[in-house]
């Protein structure tokens, strides 16, 4: 029975089959341009394709905590990939995808709990809170590997812009969430190595550290220092700032267009 309940804890939930699929089928619409608004295609795409990294980056989390000591991931579902086992739904997933709507951000929220007195050695402890924003820079490699690899003959402009915005999307998420901000991932990579007064102190805001920080990116300067940094970041990547914002440009297909964008059939 112990052994069929893990089997259990670890198997795929039939949720995110369903999310992949429908990336799957939007992103063949939109290669394809079979569906009649290449607009909704990519947003149906990209949404449902960052979804997925989102599971996958609490994925990542729980199977470091897993092999780290704590084994009762396993019991809360986190390993399942399932978004609805979160902690918070509404921060793992909805809040995200408002993110993206409202400032082309990618920016995960907390949602899986670890129990931190179960794992020993504070290395463990850094690399659970490393393994989230890393899996979203590894999404990123990969959406971009059609760029760096001078591999887009024959690759349909409307998916192209998809893939640049997506990879935006992945490259905000890494390094925002690196930042060492209390509440972000980049200040669990840190805290373990911080004194016991220093945590106690700083504890307290962990609740607010999200929202601070996408407070601050509306800030037009630190807006333009941020975005400044994920162009740079793209372009080495293979990808110019041209198409990773024509592609945020058809994501959100219910804005005037801008004109600037050539059109997915040029």
């Given at each position: 029975?112990?052994?069929?309940?893990?089997r259990?804890?670890?198997?795929?939930?039939s949720?995110?089959?369903?999310?992949?699929a429908?990336?799957?089928?939007?992103?063949?619409?939109?290669?394809?341009?079979?569906a009649?608004?290449a607009?909704?295609?990519?947003?149906?795409?990209?949404?449902?394709?960052?979804?997925?990294?989102?599971?996958?980056h609490?994925?990542a989390?729980?199977?470091?905590?897993?092999h780290?000591g704590?084994?009762?991931?396993?019991?809360?579902?986190?390993l399942?990939?399932?978004p609805?086992?979160?902690?918070?739904?509404?921060?793992?997933i909805?809040?995200?995808?408002?993110?993206?709507?409202?400032?082309?951000?990618?920016?995960?929220?907390?949602?899986?709990?670890i129990?931190?007195?179960r794992i020993q050695?504070r290395w463990?402890?850094?690399?659970i809170?490393?393994?989230?924003?890393?899996?979203?820079?590894?999404?990123a490699?990969?959406c971009?590997?059609?760029?760096?690899?001078?591999?887009?003959d024959?690759?349909?402009?409307?998916?192209?812009?998809?893939?640049?915005?997506?990879?935006?999307?992945?490259v905000?998420?890494a390094?925002?969430?690196?930042?060492?901000?209390?509440?972000l991932?980049?200040?669990?990579?840190?805290?373990?190595?911080?004194?016991y007064?220093?945590?106690?102190?700083?504890?307290?805001?962990a609740?607010f550290?999200?929202?601070?920080?996408?407070?601050?990116?509306?800030?037009?300067?630190?807006?333009?220092?941020?975005?400044d940094?994920?162009?740079?970041?793209?372009?080495?990547?293979?990808?110019?700032?041209?198409?990773?914002?024509?592609?945020?440009e058809?994501?959100?297909?219910?804005?005037d267009a801008s004109?600037?964008c050539?059109?997915?059939?040029?």
């Amino acid at each position: 029975m112990g052994h069929q309940g893990s089997r259990g804890e670890r198997q795929i939930s039939s949720v995110f089959v369903g999310i992949v699929a429908i990336m799957a089928v939007t992103g063949w619409a939109v290669w394809t341009g079979y569906a009649a608004s290449a607009g909704l295609a990519v947003f149906l795409f990209v949404t449902s394709a960052w979804i997925v990294s989102l599971c996958l980056h609490e994925y990542a989390h729980a199977r470091t905590a897993l092999h780290g000591g704590d084994l009762t991931v396993g019991a809360k579902g986190y390993l399942t990939l399932n978004p609805l086992k979160y902690t918070h739904a509404l921060l793992s997933i909805v809040l995200p995808v408002v993110f993206v709507i409202l400032g082309g951000i990618g920016l995960p929220g907390g949602a899986v709990f670890i129990e931190r007195n179960r794992i020993q050695g504070r290395w463990k402890h850094s690399l659970i809170s490393a393994a989230g924003p890393l899996t979203n820079a590894a999404f990123a490699v990969v959406c971009t590997a059609p760029f760096w690899l001078d591999a887009l003959d024959g690759v349909p402009l409307a998916f192209r812009f998809a893939l640049a915005f997506l990879a935006l999307l992945q490259v905000t998420a890494a390094i925002l969430n690196f930042l060492p901000v209390p509440g972000l991932d980049g200040y669990g990579v840190i805290e373990p190595w911080l004194s016991y007064r220093v945590r106690r102190e700083v504890e307290p805001l962990a609740q607010f550290g999200l929202i601070a920080v996408f407070a601050l990116l509306w800030v037009p300067a630190v807006n333009t220092f941020f975005f400044d940094v994920v162009y740079g970041l793209l372009d080495s990547l293979g990808v110019t700032g041209t198409e990773a914002s024509c592609g945020r440009e058809l994501y959100t297909f219910w804005r005037d267009a801008s004109g600037f964008c050539p059109t997915p059939q040029d």
